[in-house]
């Protein structure tokens, strides 16, 4: 998975912060899907109600869960771009737009397989992906390495499959696609995630942790 949008977005200082911001997460989601645009040609259309619906409703549930942030910070930031993707697959706010001639002079056949299969999941998963790296490496220095995976287009028919029978799923496959184990019995529980069970066998309970 090509990270499009990577260079542009790190350029923001303070990426954590200004993405809890609803101006900040609508401006780099746009950028984002211009980005691919610019890309591989294939126009968006974005739904800018559903945009601030999915950003409200991401924030009650991080806020309601951010003290797993103090057991295992890096593996925190993985579940709450998780929680991002599983709003935006779930309310989809974006279609393509088949009104406009494409853009970009890419030819067909140089569209990646899982861009040209699900062009929406793509940009709902590639400003997640960007998202993560860019916040690991202010925060932790180096950004985590991609899985094979990403780019296999039979993980992408099964990723598009089953998350929209359960959009939870996609927390799953963001950890997939991230080398980390998933947690396909509740994806969206911290609580059930592999690091987070780690911390919890040697730190207090996050109720006992005060809240960031």
Known sequence: MDLIFKNELALVPDLRHRLRQLRWFRTTFRNSARAITARYGIRFDID???????????????NAQKSYAQLDRADFI??????????????????????????ASTPAQAIPDIVRFWPEGFVYTNFCV???????????????????CADDLRTWWSYKENTAEMPSYAVAYLDRFLGAEPNWLAPD????????????????????????
């Open 48 to 62: 800018e109600k559903k945009l601030t619906r999915i950003f409200l409703d991401w924030v009650e549930i991080v």
């Open 78 to 103: 993985v579940y709450a771009a998780g929680l991002a993707l599983k709003e935006l697959i779930r309310q989809a706010p974006v279609r393509i737009d088949d009104a406009r001639p494409p853009e």
């Open 130 to 148: 960007c998202s993560i790296a860019v916040l690991f490496e202010q925060e932790f220095g180096e950004a985590p390495a991609l899985d094979a």
């Open 189 to 212: 529980l911290p609580e059930g995630r592999s690091a987070m069970q780690r911390a919890l066998q040697a730190s207090p309970r996050p109720e006992a942790i005060g809240r960031d």
